[in-house]
């Protein structure tokens, strides 16, 4: 089915907004001092989720269109380490995490500006899966690091591999 222009017109003014609100709160939590940022991070995770259902949706009405698939899935990642940001309870992290979405949030935005270039899309996913994969191993290394220095005990490791395999950026 061929993209319709006025639906992928609507689809971007929406995601585009949502990864504008995205931006401001990973700014706040790159920045934050103080308590344990629970409700931002909440936040962070209801617009990742937003973002999410809205390229779902459209690859739902546009299933050969593989873009929105993709857009959904670095949704999906930022949730999923957003839930890990949230359990592991550690303010020095934070940072790190908000860092990390950063990366996925520009990416998603080269996506979701691009989804009707295939061509661009492609180039798009060659350069950002290994970089990526990549910042996501090294936030996996300081998870452990500053973890293990905090507790004096060694979390469980991420399976960074296993988690870009599953949401399908790798």
Not at 104 to 120: A, C, G, Q, R, T
């Amino acid at each position: 089915m061929e993209l319709d222009t006025e639906m992928i017109d609507i689809f971007k003014e929406e995601a585009n907004a949502i990864l504008e609100e995205l931006k401001v709160v990973i700014e706040k939590l790159e920045e934050h001092e103080g308590s344990f940022p629970k409700s931002l991070l909440e936040e962070f995770g209801n617009k990742t989720d937003r973002i999410m259902g809205t390229a779902n949706t459209f690859y739902a009405q546009y299933p050969g269109a593989e873009v929105f698939k993709q857009i959904g899935n670095f949704g999906a990642l930022c949730k999923a380490t957003g839930y890990k940001a949230s359990t592991i309870n550690t303010l020095a992290l934070v940072p790190i995490f908000a860092s990390f979405w950063g990366d996925s949030v520009d990416i998603m935005e080269e996506l979701i500006n691009n989804v009707e270039s295939p061509e661009k899309v492609m180039e798009i996913n060659k350069t950002s899966a290994p970089l990526l994969q990549k910042r996501l191993m090294w936030l996996a290394g300081q998870i452990v690091q500053i973890t293990k220095s905090q507790t004096g005990v060694e979390p469980p490791a991420m399976d960074v591999d296993g988690l870009l395999k599953k949401l399908g950026v790798i």
